[in-house]
T-cell receptor
Framework: DAGITQSPRYKITETGRQVTLMCHQT?????MFWYRQDLGHGLRLIYY???????DKGEVPDGYVVSRSKTENFPLTLESATRSQTSVYFC?????????FGPGTRLTVL | DAKTTQPPSMDCAEGRAANLPCNHS???????VYWYRQIHSQGPQYIIH???NNETNEMASLIITEDRKSSTLILPHATLRDTAVYYC????????????FGKGTKLSVKP
């Protein structure tokens, strides 16, 4: 299916575990983004990528790692999850002016 | 990127126009005004954007003041499905500008 997808949609993990959230887009957009949204707040940018193998930090990058070996994929890894990383994570991509967002991954860290 | 100020909440009657204001007094000359909305817990959805001129598409109209320090998003005939949080964002644009989301305006469309 065309568009932008995220997996898993829901994830429960424990403190200290490594977790990887996947993002895939079918438009071959150059730019991709990862945001987190905490209850009652707007979205905050974690990392973004201008192209394959080019990534840069956003507003709240600590505790996260990203990679972009292929244009269509932009995984986000929590190397050692903490309770403060419990949040909803949105991936987005853009080819021109508007950003297209995925459906989100709801992550709970116990 | 410049910051924006929006009212935290607004109500609108179904079928009436919803006018959502946004102040962005520190906007730079090369920054666009973007509007996104987020329905319940879904991913944000792009609505419209503009630089200087007023813009209209199938979803909404965007009115930008001449000094560009404020703007208004207009939903001409609000429906219950337009109930959402609306975000006004100023950015250099798409691939060049990151989106900084504030708390937005919670629009409630009521029957």
């Amino acid at each position: 299916d065309a568009g932008i997808t995220q997996s898993p949609r829901y994830k429960i993990t424990e403190t200290g575990r490594q977790v990887t959230l996947m993002c895939h887009q079918t438009w071959s957009h150059s730019y991709m983004f990862w945001y987190r949204q905490d209850l009652g707040h707007g979205l905050r940018l974690i990392y973004y990528s201008a192209a394959a193998d080019i990534t840069d930090k956003g507003e709240v990058p600590d505790g996260y790692v990203v990679s972009r070996s292929k244009t269509e994929n932009f995984p986000l890894t929590l190397e050692s999850a903490t309770r403060s990383q419990t949040s909803v994570y949105f991936c987005a991509s853009t080819g021109s002016n508007e950003q297209f967002f995925g459906p989100g991954t709801r992550l709970t860290v116990l | 990127d410049a910051k924006t100020t929006q009212p935290p909440s607004m109500d609108c009657a179904e079928g009436r126009a919803a006018n959502l204001p946004c102040n962005h007094s520190t906007i730079s000359g090369n920054e666009y005004v973007y509007w996104y909305r987020q329905i319940h817990s879904q991913g944000p959805q792009y609505i419209i954007h503009g630089l200087k001129n007023n813009e209209t598409n199938e979803m909404a109209s965007l009115i930008i003041t001449e000094d560009r320090k404020s703007s208004t998003l207009i939903l001409p005939h609000a429906t219950l499905r337009d109930t959402a949080v609306y975000y006004c964002i100023v950015s250099r644009g798409g691939s060049q500008g990151n989106l900084i989301f504030g708390k937005g305006t919670k629009l409630s469309v009521k029957p």
